[in-house]
């Protein structure tokens, strides 16, 4: 602890005398009747039967006017206008409100309710009691705080400060219970998978690593809970589901947390085509729950939610992105490898440099998808399903029974965020081993994002899966568009951040 501030040490001196007089500073029960809403919607009641009402919060803005002191006391459902006078408070309370509280203290009220002549609903305080002396005082603009840095590294602070905040997150915590809810009345069972596996997969995408002692092996966080649900899928559960979290040991940004909270369903005997509607119906029930209507404004423009979302086909859109002649046909596998190179010619110079960089050489596949990536996802703006990937790229889907380049697969986009994942599921055992075989080998050439063979998901293939669809939602990024966030730390509680020394040395911002 470093060493305390004039200002701090004052306030601790304070709680030390208030100590000294045999009372409590950081009383250990307390127990309100009201909170602050639940007097202002029956305040017309309150102040005619002259009930007493009892309130606890935290102080904020003391202001003195002679011989009374009114201060607004915040709880968690908002404020209300406190009024300390000697005329009303007991004498013994009105000593310690002078010598030993400050704002920012947490306090207990009791009194009675009225209406002030400037107009505003007030309970004067008949006791009130010291509950928890705040050693650090609110920052000196606690009604705005506005320092990035800060609202994110002391949210607690963010949440005093910003009546706006707290209510992104009681947003947060409806659209996990809404979908619990939904879900729920749907049939789906909520079940719970490892977050520390002996083998990851799931995703494309870099974990991070811990080891157990006693066992003496590594373990990996979780980058997915996909081969462990499916595996439920085969043990006879028809519908399951997941409010998880997952880590992937990748960059930050706006969009993008280490740390992150997925849903994450399967439905037996269901084909993508039947998630795409689930999807459908989810995220429109979520934007009336929150937005209280289908239509809204989201980053200064229309969200539509209440139309048919658009469903187009990835090569559909980058045909119509590029404005392609009806001529030049596109397709997966290797009949279309020249018409994915004579795309690339034409794509802007920076693309090709990316795909350049990331395509994986010998499948051209890929470079479809990266064009589709860096050309098209962030120009779908209203909700959009895009759907048919190509097979060699999803290895955990099932192919078109009329096209074996072509995997059951869609992303949903919406404000140019990709927001869900969706397969028609494999469970053809062999089909699955080939392609955890191809995996391994990816890895061996260089690509760390590439999973490893999972033994005994394959075997559990080999018991029999029925058909089924998965579906895979970023919580964050639902939470980010239905309250209408910029940035996923905003919905986040408590977002990954460097050191504080680090922090303070590179002030660069994290993107």
């Known amino acids: 602890m470093s060493e305390r501030s004039e200002l701090i040490q004052n306030r601790v001196n304070k709680a030390q005398a208030y100590r000294a007089t045999g009372k409590n500073p950081f009383v250990n029960r307390f127990i309100p009747t009201h909170k602050s809403a639940a007097i202002r919607e029956n305040q017309e009641t309150l102040i005619a039967s002259e009930e007493i009402v009892c309130v606890a919060g935290r102080a904020l803005v003391l202001r003195s006017f002679g011989k009374a002191t009114f201060f607004h006391l915040q709880d968690e459902s908002g404020k209300i206008q406190v009024y300390v006078s000697g005329n009303t408070i007991a004498p013994e309370d009105l000593e310690a409100f002078k010598t030993a509280v400050d704002a920012g203290d947490i306090l207990g009220v009791s009194g009675k309710v009225f209406i002030t002549k400037t107009g505003e609903l007030t309970v004067a305080a008949e006791h009130l009691t010291l509950l928890s002396k705040a050693f650090r005082p609110l920052p000196e603009k606690w009604a705005g705080l506005k320092d990035q840095e800060t609202r994110y590294r002391q949210r607690y602070l963010d949440l005093i400060a910003n009546e706006d905040v707290r209510t992104t997150f009681r947003n947060r915590s409806k659209i996990i219970s809404y ?34 002692n006693a066992l003496d092996m590594d373990l990996f966080l979780r980058i997915a809970p996909e081969l462990y649900l499916k595996r439920l899928i085969v043990g006879g559960f028809e519908r399951v589901y997941e409010i998880n979290r997952n880590f992937r040991n990748e960059g930050i940004s706006v969009r993008h947390n280490p740390e992150f909270t997925m849903l994450e369903l399967y439905t037996s005997w269901w084909d993508y085509t039947d998630t795409m509607q689930l999807l459908e119906d989810l995220l429109r029930g979520g934007a009336m729950l929150i937005q209280g209507k289908a239509k809204y404004e989201y980053a200064g423009r229309e969200m539509d939610f209440e139309s048919p979302f658009t469903r187009i086909s990835v090569l559909e859109a980058l045909h119509k992105h590029f404005k392609l002649p009806e001529t030049l046909r596109l397709c997966y596998g290797p009949e279309g490898a020249e018409a994915a190179e004579a795309l690339l010619e034409i794509a802007p110079a920076h693309v090709q440099k990316i795909v350049a960089e990331k395509c994986v050489a010998g499948n051209t596949d890929n470079i479809l998808v990266l064009l589709f990536e860096e050309c098209v996802e962030a120009t779908l703006w209203q909700p959009t399903i895009v759907y048919d990937y190509p097979k060699s790229m999803c290895p955990l889907a099932k192919c078109k029974e009329d096209d074996p380049y072509t995997a059951e697969r869609f992303e949903f986009f919406v404000g140019g965020l990709e927001m869900a994942n969706a397969y028609s599921e494999l469970n053809d055992p062999d089909e699955q081993e080939a392609n955890f075989l191809d995996q391994v080998k990816r890895r061996e050439a260089g690509d760390d994002e590439a999973s490893p063979i999972d033994e005994d998901y394959v075997r559990a293939l080999e018991h029999g899966m029925p058909p089924a669809s998965g579906l895979g939602i970023g919580i964050d990024r639902l939470v980010m568009l239905l309250t209408n966030s910029p940035c996923i730390r905003d919905v986040i509680l408590f977002p990954l951040m460097r050191p504080e020394q680090a922090s303070e040395k590179n002030a660069e911002v994290e993107a």
């Open 179 to 212: 979908i619990r809810q939904e879900l729920d009345g749907r049939g789906y069972m909520e079940v719970e998978t490892p977050m520390m596996q002996s083998i990851y997969g799931g995703a494309a995408a870099k974990p991070f690593t811990t080891h157990h």
